[in-house]
C-alpha cells in the first residue's frame, strides 16, 4: 500500500496551485483582450496604455489589414522606454508622458509577441 507523506501533499498542492495560476493567467488575458476599432479606412487602432506593463496586453486585430497601435506611455521607469516587436523587426523608443504610433501589418492569422527592450513586459497581438 502507497504511504503518502505530508510532502507528498505539499507537492500535489503547489502542483494544484500552479495548474490554476496558469489557468487564471490565459484566462484573465483574454478577459482584458481588446478588438481594434476598425475605422473607415479598414484601417485597425487602438491604443496601449504603458505604465508598469500594457494595458490591454492582449489586442485582437483580423491578418492582412495594418494596424495602427498608439502607446501612450505614462511613466518614466527605464524598464518601459523601448518597445520590441521581433516579428516586424519593430525596436522603438516611447518617450515618456507621450504616444508614440507604431504601424504594421500581420502577415497572417497567429500570435505576435512584443515586449519591453529587456523582454520584462509582455502583450501580443493576435490575429485572426
Ligand atoms: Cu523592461
Known amino acids: 500500500m502507497m504511504h503518502v507523506t505530508v510532502v507528498d501533499w ?5 502542483g494544484v496551485a500552479a495548474i490554476a495560476w496558469v489557468n487564471w493567467y490565459f484566462f484573465f488575458a483574454e478577459r ?9 479606412s479598414g484601417r485597425q487602432e487602438v491604443t496601449v496604455v504603458v505604465r508598469g506593463g500594457y494595458e490591454p496586453s492582449t489586442i485582437r486585430v483580423k491578418a492582412g489589414r495594418p494596424v495602427r497601435l498608439a502607446f501612450d ?7 518601459s522606454e523601448e518597445i520590441v516587436f521581433p516579428d516586424f523587426n519593430v525596436r522603438k523608443f516611447l518617450p515618456a508622458h ?5 504601424e504594421l501589418t500581420p502577415p497572417k492569422a497567429g500570435t505576435y509577441e512584443f515586449s519591453c527592450g529587456m523582454s520584462m513586459l509582455h502583450g501580443r497581438l493576435v490575429a485572426d
Open 10 to 14: 505539499l507537492v500535489i498542492a503547489a
Open 32 to 40: 482584458t483582450a481588446v478588438i481594434a476599432n476598425t475605422g473607415a
Open 73 to 79: 506611455r505614462q511613466e518614466t521607469s527605464s524598464c
Open 98 to 102: 507621450q504616444r508614440t504610433i507604431i
